[in-house]
C-alpha cells in the first residue's frame, strides 16, 4: 500500500462525565489510503463517529481529542491552527449524515447551503451553475428550478442526496459518511453508493463508511474496521473479515445476522453487554462476553499483526474461526 | 401560519375587543368613588348643580344604556369627552400616544441589542462566568420593580451625577413643530441637532428602566433557544462544511434560534406598554401611560376606557404581527 492519506495513531478522545472521564475513543490507529473504501462497523457507542468527529475536530467541548496522531496528506491535524484545519475541512475532509433532515438547515434554501460551501472554499466558475450541475450528479431532476426550495419541500430520499452533493461540493479528498444510505429506498441507495464508487475511481476519493449495515460494507468497501467500546477490534480486507474473523466480537457479529445462503442457521446474539466506557480496566474490553477468555485476557492487549494485512486485538486471533 | 389561522386571528380581534370593552366599562363604574364628587370637590357646588353635571356627562342613566351609548359612540370612532380635559378623548390619546410609542421603542430597542449578542455569547460559553453572571443578572432584571429601578437610575445618574434630568420629555427652550410627534423625528425634521441630543438625554433614563429588565428576560429566551439549535445536526454540518465560524453562529444558528425570540419579543413589547403606566409616571413622561393613571384617579371614564381598549388593540396586534414574522422567519410555516 502507498502512503495513506489518512493516518490516525494512538486516538483518544474523552468525555467528563459526574463518573469521571469517559474514553469514547481510546487508542484508535488505522489508516486510509487515496481512493479506498473503509469499512467501519460497530454497535451504537462502539466509537465508530466519535473517531471520525476527532478527525474532522468536531468533537464539542467538554468533550476533547486529549493524544493520538491524526496524519492527513502527512500533516498533524491536531496540530494545525483552528482556522487552517477549517479551511480543511469541507474542501479536503467532508462529513455526510445520516439523517439529512436534521443536518440541513431548515431555514435556508438548498441552493444557499450548497452555494456557501463552493464560496467558503473559492471554488471558481459561476457557483450557481455549479450548484445546479451537483445537484444533478446525486439525480436531482429540474436541479436549477430547485435551488430556491427549501429541505421540507424534498422528499427524504432527495434530501440526502442533496446533502450528499454539499458533501462533495468542494471535491474533498475524503468523506466520512456517516450512515449516508440507512434512511435511503434501495434503489436511491443503490444510486448513491454508485455515484460514490464513481467518483472513488475518477477522482481519488477516499471514503469512510461508517455503517451498521455489513451487506454494503461487503459489497463496496475493501477494508473493513471493526470497532468495539471505543477501540478497533479488528481490521482486513472486507472478505477475509467475514471468512475468517480475527476477534471474537467480529464473530459475534457475524453469528448474530441473518444470512441469505443459511435461512435456516440459528441466530446466536453476543450474550452479555457494552462496558461502561467510564468504568474500563485495562485488559481486553470483550473479555466478559467472551467464549475464548482466559486470565491473559485481563493485562492490556495491542492490536496486533496477524497476517494477509489483518491487525487483531485479541491474544487468541489464530483460534478464532 | 395557515390561512385558517389568519382568518381566526382576525375573528378573534373583535370578539377581544367586545370582552375588553365590557370588563374595562364594568370596572370603572363599579369602583368605588364618583367622578362627579371629585370634580366637584373643592368648588361647594350645590347638589342641583351636581345633578346638572351628572346629567351633562350622561352619568345619570342606567348602566346597560350608558354601555350601549359608549361603544355605539366608539364603533364610530367617537369615544366621548374626557371629564377633565373637557376635550374629545381621541385629541387626548393621539397627543398623549406618540410619546408612549417613542419610548417603548426605544426601550425594545434597547432591550434587543443587549439581549441578543449577551444571550449568544452565553449559549455559545455556556457554563463559562459571562452565563453564569448572566443567568444572576437575568433573574434580578426579572424580578426588579419598575418604579424601584427607575428611582435608583435617577438618583445615581440624575441627582448625583447630573448626567441626565430627572424627569419630563424635552425643555421648552428645545421644543419643536409637531410633525409626528416623535421628538426624535421631529425634532431631526425641524434641523434641530441639539433639540435631538436634549430629547435622547430625557428619553434614556426611562426606555433604560422599561428596557433592561425585558432585556434579561429577552437574554435568558435567546441563550436557551441558541443553546439548542447549537447542539443541532444541521450546525455541525455547517461547521462540517468548512464555514467561517460567524456564518455558522449568526446565520445557521441564529436565524432559527430568533424565532421563539420573536414571539417572547411581541409579548414584552406589550407589557412594555403596560410597564410604561409606572415608568411614566415615575419620570413625569407626558405619554398615555402616565394620562390613564391620572384618568384612573379623576375616574375620567370615558378617557380610560378609551384607552385600555387601545391597549388591548395593540396588544393583539402585537401578537398578529409576531404570527407574520414567525412565518417570515420559519420557511416551514406558510401563509
Known amino acids: 500500500m502507498s502512503a495513506p492519506l489518512l493516518s490516525v495513531r494512538g486516538l483518544r478522545t474523552v468525555f467528563p462525565t459526574r463518573r469521571g472521564p469517559l474514553a469514547a475513543a481510546d487508542g484508535v490507529d488505522f489508516d486510509i489510503a487515496a481512493g479506498e473504501a473503509l469499512g467501519v462497523v460497530g454497535e451504537s457507542g462502539s466509537g465508530k463517529s466519535v473517531t471520525f468527529l476527532s478527525v474532522l475536530g468536531l468533537i464539542r467541548p467538554p468533550g476533547r481529542v486529549e493524544a493520538g496522531e491524526i496524519l492527513f496528506g502527512g500533516r498533524d491535524l491536531r496540530r494545525m491552527p483552528a482556522p487552517e484545519l477549517r479551511a480543511l475541512r469541507g474542501r479536503m475532509l467532508a462529513l455526510a449524515m445520516q439523517d439529512a433532515l436534521s443536518a440541513l438547515n431548515p431555514s435556508l434554501t438548498i441552493g444557499t447551503q450548497i452555494v456557501e460551501t463552493l464560496r467558503a472554499h473559492g471554488i471558481p466558475g459561476d457557483p450557481r451553475a455549479e450548484a445546479v450541475r451537483l445537484l444533478g450528479r446525486v439525480g436531482i431532476p429540474d436541479a436549477a428550478r430547485r435551488l430556491g426550495d427549501y429541505p421540507h419541500q424534498f422528499s427524504g430520499g432527495m434530501r440526502q442526496r442533496a446533502m450528499i452533493a454539499i458533501s462533495l461540493a468542494a471535491r474533498p479528498r475524503l468523506l466520512v459518511a456517516d450512515e449516508p444510505t440507512t434512511a435511503l429506498d434501495v434503489t436511491i441507495r443503490a444510486q448513491v453508493l454508485y455515484l460514490l464508487d464513481e467518483l472513488r475511481v475518477e477522482d481519488g476519493l477516499a471514503v469512510a463508511m461508517i455503517t451498521h449495515d455489513l451487506a454494503v460494507v461487503a459489497e463496496r468497501c475493501e477494508r473493513v474496521m471493526v470497532m468495539y467500546a471505543g477501540q478497533v477490534a479488528e481490521t482486513g480486507p472486507t472478505a477475509e473479515v467475514i471468512a475468517r474473523p480475527r476477534h471474537p466480537y467480529t464473530r459475534g457479529l457475524m453469528e448474530s445476522l441473518p444470512r441469505l445462503d443459511q435461512p435456516d442457521r440459528p441466530l446466536h446474539p453476543i450474550p452479555g453487554q457494552v462496558p461502561d466506557l467510564a468504568a474500563v480496566d485495562a485488559g481486553c474490553r470483550f473479555r466478559n462476553r467472551c467464549a475464548l477468555a482466559v486470565a491473559a485476557c485481563a493485562a492490556p492487549v495491542p492490536l496486533r499483526d496477524v497476517g494477509a494485512e489483518r491487525l487483531s486485538r485479541c491474544i487468541r486471533a489464530e483460534e478464532v474461526s | ?335
Open chain 2, 1 to 335: 401560519m395557515s390561512a385558517a389561522r389568519l382568518v381566526e386571528r382576525l375573528i378573534q380581534l373583535p370578539l377581544v375587543l367586545f370582552g375588553v370593552s365590557v370588563v374595562v366599562f364594568l370596572m370603572m363604574t363599579l369602583t368605588p368613588g364618583d367622578p362627579v364628587e371629585i370634580m366637584l370637590a373643592d368648588q361647594r357646588a350645590t347638589e342641583e348643580q351636581a345633578q346638572a353635571l351628572r346629567r351633562d356627562l350622561g352619568l345619570d342613566r342606567p348602566l346597560p344604556e350608558r354601555y350601549l351609548i359608549f361603544v355605539g359612540n366608539a364603533l364610530t370612532g367617537d369615544f366621548g369627552v374626557s371629564f377633565f380635559h373637557r376635550r374629545p378623548v381621541f385629541d387626548v390619546i393621539s397627543e398623549r400616544l406618540p410619546a408612549t410609542i417613542e419610548l417603548t421603542l426605544v426601550a425594545l430597542l434597547i432591550a434587543v441589542a443587549v439581549a441578543v449578542p449577551l444571550g449568544v455569547a452565553a449559549a455559545v460559553k455556556r457554563d463559562s462566568w459571562l452565563d453564569r453572571a448572566l443567568t444572576a443578572a437575568a433573574l434580578f432584571g426579572v424580578s426588579l420593580p419598575g418604579f424601584w429601578f427607575g428611582i435608583l437610575l435617577i438618583l445615581l445618574f440624575a441627582v448625583q451625577l447630573g448626567w441626565f434630568p430627572v424627569g419630563g420629555r424635552i425643555p421648552f427652550d428645545a421644543e419643536v413643530p409637531w410633525v409626528s410627534g416623535f421628538l426624535l423625528v421631529d425634532t431631526l425634521l425641524a434641523g434641530r441637532p441639539d433639540a435631538f441630543l436634549r430629547a435622547l438625554s430625557h428619553l434614556a433614563l426611562p426606555a433604560i428602566t422599561l428596557g433592561l429588565p425585558a432585556a434579561a428576560l429577552l437574554a435568558r429566551v435567546i441563550r436557551s433557544s441558541m443553546s439548542e439549535v447549537l447542539a443541532a445536526d444541521y450546525v455541525l454540518f455547517a461547521e462540517a462544511k468548512g464555514l467561517p465560524r460567524r456564518r455558522v453562529l449568526f446565520l445557521h444558528a441564529l436565524k432559527n434560534a430568533l424565532i421563539p425570540a420573536v414571539t417572547v419579543l411581541a409579548i414584552e413589547a406589550g407589557s412594555l406598554l403596560g410597564g410604561s403606566m409606572i415608568v411614566e409616571t415615575v419620570f413625569g413622561w407626558p405619554g398615555l401611560g402616565r394620562v390613564v393613571v391620572e384618568g384612573i384617579f379623576a375616574r375620567n371614564y370615558p378617557l380610560v376606557q378609551a384607552a385600555v381598549l387601545l391597549y388591548a388593540v395593540i396588544y393583539v396586534t402585537l401578537n398578529f404581527g409576531a404570527d407574520l414574522l414567525y412565518a417570515a422567519l420559519n420557511p416551514k410555516v406558510r401563509l
